[in-house]
């Protein structure tokens, strides 16, 4: 095993789920933009602004390892239909700690958004498994 062309390959996945996530999460966020900040107004009692930069990169950053961690494998290994049903179940389950935790402690944090998020979460693992897997074969990284 070649180590540095080992090393080479995870950066040219990692690069492109990440690509991959900030595209599809950036339009569905472009969708929800306003839902979001009349949400995060009834929280706190001031528009969504994001103070520190630091935290959204650490968050995506985590989306990134886990799809490619959790997700990813799956259609590698040539099961695209497990790589789909897993990417929507940790989807699912990360997107949805996030929306059911901010639920029990948010007041007026809105049950529909949350239940769009969560099922977005779903949708945005297993499509970036499955994009990743296209682009990454497509390219020759994986074979």
Do not use: C
């Not at 930069?53 to 390892?65: G, M």
């Not at 402690?105 to 969560?118: E, H, M, Q, R, S």
């Amino acid at each position: 095993m070649n180590i540095k062309k080992e090393i080479k390959k995870e950066i040219k996945i990692f690069s492109i789920i990440l690509l991959t996530v900030l595209l599809l999460d950036g339009i569905m966020l472009k969708i929800l933009s306003s839902r979001w900040n009349e949400a995060v107004t009834n929280i706190q009692g001031e528009p969504l602004i994001i103070g520190n930069k630091i935290f959204p990169v650490i968050a995506y950053i985590f989306i990134v390892l886990g799809i490619r961690i959790f997700v990813y494998p799956y259609f590698v290994l040539g099961d695209i239909q497990i790589g789909i049903i897993m990417g929507l179940i940790w989807g699912v389950i990360t997107y949805g700690i996030f929306d059911f935790t901010n639920l029990s402690i948010f007041k007026n944090y809105p049950i529909g958004l949350a239940l769009v998020d969560t099922v977005w979460g779903g949708i945005l693992a297993a499509s970036t498994g499955y994009i990743t897997f296209f682009i990454a074969k497509s390219l020759k990284i994986i074979h």
